[in-house]
């Protein structure tokens, strides 16, 4: 299955009369080509992949799901990516300027690294723990999610929608056994995490499964005579197809995948290990960093900002080293809350804090606004500290902020106010819901984003507690800290072990002894840097490019540097590749230089 886009983005109206105006609309004969083009593009490709759709808000296909692990599928998608390509030299590019000139490099850089893509077998390897199909549809089938469950017709779609699902399990067990025979399986860490999620999916009772929810309270738009008729259907749907699936997917994972998954961690122990991880490596940083020089950037700034945490244990007093007082903050009860909902209270209460003060650093913000919600049961043992899925596109559905509560001790209170910041505000909700709402952008640009840019966002906001009125305790700032040596850590363990040789083992001690970070978490940590290279690394190479470009704004424009106006001109266009973003900061500069 080739890397799924997120379906989180979002947006906004005051930073769209902000940015700069497109030229298409009253530009020359390439700049309307190629707005056609692109739209052509996104409504072939949301056709292509219908889940992206229906989190974008976009209900067209939601009885839709392709077998998107087949031969006959993937051919579909390389003859998109080819075509397009070849119609984008039909344009003229040294017509263009502003926007569609931006647009266009952008394009043809993301069809050229999609293409290339295509050399790498990821149809074999279809499962992970963090992130693969059986937990998207869990999660659509809860009916807490993006998947409608408001009308007959809604009910119907998920019903079809299931079937295909079915198929696509049996596709994924072909795939696993082809691929395995091949020197394409997944290390055994990985397996043993994906097992436990799959054995929640499958309820011997198909009166109690997840998929049943929908069917329990039907919300006022399905009438009352239609009410039967769909229990049963969905009843006889899990009973009789997808338990049945389900259970084939985790007998054959269990006992005949699993004996055969790698004792080794490595991406490059896979055929083409090497020159895929490089190549997942260039995707998600968007630049021409390699393992080597990112491995020896993440323990340099493990080492700056471990400095920093030792002179905060110095201030409170503390005896002994860092470890030991990681040791102490883990056991200590008074940093960690005892019941679910004290701790989604505490980050509401963080929401409110944080709102009130963010136009002091920003003059843009978002109308979409979003939910906080604890992450679903049946993937919260592997599932981060927290994450942030988009608001619908057609402000139907907010965004949401999901918070971890699946075994309390390891989320400290000291962590929180990072967390917030970076899931929540200004970090991805603010990005992503701002660049959603720049309706003057191609939809390819309204709804893609670029990991590096994404996350670096999101680290880069941590950053910003102090002027927010956070981070007002030593144990706080500590806790900001943390958050902040676990991203540079990241950098080494990924590359680590899929680069140097290292173990897992080598590399849970290495996060353990230099992060606040608990053991569950830690170990849930490393076994996603396993199970899905390279993401971990956009951080710090994101947020190390935003902070870059903030340093050398306030050294060139010294008295004139407005911290608001920077912050408008990094999330004016939407989410970049790191490459672009700095090129378009240089010419950003260089208005302010001339402004007068």
Not at 33 to 39: G, Y
Not at 71 to 97: F, M, P, Q
Not at 394 to 404: A, E, H, I, K, L
Not at 428 to 455: C, D, K, M, V, W
Request: aromatic fraction near 10%; glycine fraction near 8%; proline fraction near 6%.
């Amino acid at each position: 299955m080739r890397q799924a886009r997120l379906a989180l983005i979002g947006g906004f109206a005051l930073l769209l009369a902000l940015a700069p105006a497109p030229s298409r609309a009253a530009g020359p004969a390439p700049g309307v080509a190629l707005a056609v083009l692109f739209e052509d593009y996104w409504q072939e490709h949301l056709k292509l992949h219908p889940l992206e759709a229906t989190f974008l808000g976009d209900h067209r296909y939601d009885a839709e799901l392709p077998n998107d692990l087949s031969t006959a599928h993937l051919g579909l998608e390389l003859e998109l990516e080819r075509r397009y390509l070849k119609r984008l030299a039909t344009v003229d590019a040294r017509a263009l300027e502003g926007q569609d000139r931006l647009s266009y490099e952008v394009f043809k850089r993301d069809r050229e690294l999609a293409l290339e893509g295509f050399r790498f077998q990821a149809e074999l390897l279809p499962l992970n723990q963090f992130g693969s199909l059986p937990q998207t549809i869990a999660q659509l089938g809860a009916g807490t999610g993006a998947q409608p469950f408001q009308t007959p017709r809604d009910y119907d779609n998920w019903l079809k929608r299931l079937a295909a699902f079915v198929v696509w399990t049996d596709q994924a067990i072909v795939n696993m056994r082809r691929g395995s025979a091949r020197g394409y399986v997944l290390p055994r860490a990985v397996i043993d995490r994906l097992l436990p999620q799959l054995e929640q999916l499958i309820s011997d009772d198909p009166q109690k499964s997840l998929f049943l929810r929908p069917v329990a309270q039907f919300p006022k738009g399905v009438p009352a005579a239609e009410q039967p008729r769909l229990r049963a259907a969905y009843l006889a749907a899990v009973g009789d197809s997808l338990n049945p699936a389900l259970r084939r997917l985790r007998d054959f994972v269990r006992d005949e995948y699993r004996p055969r998954a790698r004792a080794s961690v490595a991406w490059t122990d896979l055929p083409l290990g090497h020159e895929w991880y490089a190549y997942r490596v260039r995707a998600a940083t968007t630049t021409g960093l390699g393992p080597d020089e990112i491995h020896a950037t993440g323990l340099a700034e493990v080492a700056r900002i471990g400095a920093e945490m030792d002179r905060v244990i110095e201030g409170l007093g503390f005896k002994g080293d860092r470890r030991a007082f990681l040791d102490a903050l883990r056991s200590d009860p008074r940093f960690y809350f005892e019941r679910e909902e004290d701790l989604i209270g505490a980050y509401a209460a963080l929401k409110s804090r944080v709102r009130a003060r963010l136009p002091e650093l920003f003059d843009v913000a978002p109308k979409a606004d979003f939910e906080i919600r604890p992450v679903e049961a049946f993937r919260a043992p592997a599932a981060a500290t927290a994450s942030y899925q988009s608001p619908a596109a057609d402000g139907s559905r907010p965004g949401v902020f999901y918070v971890n509560t699946y075994d309390l001790k390891s989320r400290p209170k000291y962590g929180m106010e990072e967390v917030y910041l970076h899931e929540a505000e200004p970090g991805h909700h603010f990005q992503l819901a701002i660049q959603q709402e720049l309706t003057a952008l191609p939809s390819f640009r309204r709804f893609g984003g670029y990991g590096a840019y994404i996350e670096g966002w999101g680290l880069y906001a941590e950053s910003l507690g102090h002027d927010l009125g956070l981070y007002t305790d030593p144990y706080s700032h500590f806790g900001a800290l943390s958050g902040e040596i676990w991203r540079a850590i990241r950098l080494v363990v990924d590359t680590g072990m899929h680069a140097k040789g290292w173990s897992r083992e080598r590399a849970l001690e290495y996060l353990l002894a230099n992060s606040a970070v608990g053991a569950t978490d830690a170990a849930a940590e490393i076994d996603r840097y396993i199970a899905i290279p390279g993401q971990a690394l956009t951080y710090k190479i994101g947020e190390l490019r935003i902070q870059a470009l903030r340093a050398r704004a306030q050294r060139e424009l010294g008295p004139r540097f407005d911290l608001r106006a920077f912050h408008r001109a990094v999330l004016g266009d939407g989410a970049l590749p790191l490459d672009v973003l700095e090129a378009k900061i240089d010419r950003w500069l260089a208005a302010e230089r001339r402004s007068p």
